[in-house]
């Protein structure tokens, strides 16, 4: 059982755009899992909300400053969050279509969205192969661009940490503003 919950290192295109996100900041790691980016974030002296269904998987971020955890099932239930109440929201490997518009409202005016997941094509590496699990090309910049500025975008193969098709992207509210450096 331990195995499940191995601590994977944070994203690269996480870590890449974490800078983006200033110190102190309200961050939503949705999806979480044991926490990768919710302990990124955290590190950086951001107050962090770790969102997941997999409560033996929050277990794992007891007792770590800056981390709050919820579990929340976001397929089944309301979704957990208030409108404008994060200044970045994170999302890594997953993909329920119809909670991006309560994603985006979730963010603040000068809120950022940093996410990355599968894309079709990723069936040949193993999974997620299922369809409604796999973005389609360019899907992630039609759900975000309506919304919010394209900071960045990537789709297509990746070799690390293991080979597979994804789509990543990088976008921002109207009102963000880069941060001072450190």
Request: with cysteine.
């Amino acid at each position: 059982m331990a195995a499940q919950h191995e601590l994977m290192p944070p994203s690269p295109w996480v870590v890449r755009f974490a800078p983006l996100v200033p110190v102190g900041a309200r961050v939503l790691d949705l999806a979480c899992g044991a926490g990768r980016h919710a302990r990124l974030f955290a590190s950086r002296r951001c107050r962090v909300e770790a969102v997941d269904r997999d409560a033996a998987a929050l277990a794992t971020l007891e007792g770590i400053a800056n981390i709050r955890t919820r579990v929340a099932d976001l397929e089944g239930d309301e979704w957990p969050c208030d409108a404008g109440e994060f200044d970045a929201i994170v999302v890594a490997n997953y993909l329920h279509r119809p909670l991006f518009g309560s994603l985006i409202a979730s963010l603040n005016a000068s809120g950022i969205l940093i996410y990355e997941t599968f894309m079709a094509g990723n069936e040949q590496f193993g999974r997620p192969s299922n369809p409604d699990f796999l973005l389609r090309p360019g899907e992630l910049l039609e759900l975000a661009g309506h919304a919010l500025e394209v900071v960045a975008f990537e789709q297509g193969y990746a070799a690390q940490p293991k080979p597979a098709m994804l789509q990543r992207l990088v976008a921002v509210k109207a009102g963000f503003r880069r941060p001072r450096a450190i």
